[in-house]
């Protein structure tokens, strides 16, 4: 058999590998293992937590490392940890105070683990649905959870106050980390490097 023309494929999860809806559909699995017996390599990334991809090791066979949190961890197919890419300690109490003074709920995502303040939060129910686990919910804020931080998210409807969280996140921290908004909805807080285009390196 010749050499594939594409030797590797990276794919994003939601909005590419699933529907909006967060379906894996048949067709998506069918073109993977096409691609699988093609000889060619086919790897996942997402803001997802590496929990909430579990899901799609066995309908799509993955043998590649999953990159969650944008890069911020990368993990094997037992969600054992090979690199970790996580926030300063001394930034994540600064940067939730920062976010939580423009009215977001802030979550924080440790490891394997995922923390709210309220379990009844906006978006908390949907999140839930689409990762498939229960979060942890905080009973001191992130006080205590503030090592090997990889990720924290300020999430509100008020998309306004998400927009100028953002920026106010931005130019305080930007050297730091990186702010970006992954729904209108989402303020994404990771290290600087955790970001698909250093995935793909």
Do not use: C
């Amino acid at each position: 058999m010749s050499e594939p023309a594409v030797k590797m494929l990276l794919a994003d999860v939601d909005g590419t590998l699933v529907t909006r809806d967060k379906i894996l559909t048949d067709r998506a699995i069918q073109a993977v293992h096409k691609m699988h017996d093609a000889g060619v390599i086919f790897a996942i990334t997402s803001g997802r937590p590496p929990r909430g991809m579990a899901m799609l090791i066995e309908p799509l066979d993955l043998r590649t490392p999953i990159a969650a949190f944008n890069g911020g961890l990368l993990v094997n197919r037992d969600m054992s940890v090979i690199e970790q890419r996580v926030l300063q300690e001394e930034l994540v109490v600064p940067v939730t105070d920062m976010m939580s003074s423009f009215s977001l709920d802030v979550w924080l995502y440790t490891g394997a683990d995922w923390y709210v303040p309220k379990p009844d939060g906006p978006h908390v129910a949907r999140e839930t649905w689409t990762v498939k686990f229960e979060p942890d919910v905080m009973t001191d804020g992130v006080n205590g959870l503030t090592g090997s931080v990889a990720k924290l998210v300020g999430v509100s409807d008020d998309t306004d106050a998400v927009d100028r969280a953002t920026k106010a996140v931005h130019d305080q921290f930007g050297d730091h980390v990186t702010a970006a908004t992954s729904q209108p909805y989402y303020l994404d807080v990771t290290h600087p490097l955790a970001n698909k285009g250093e995935v793909a390196k």
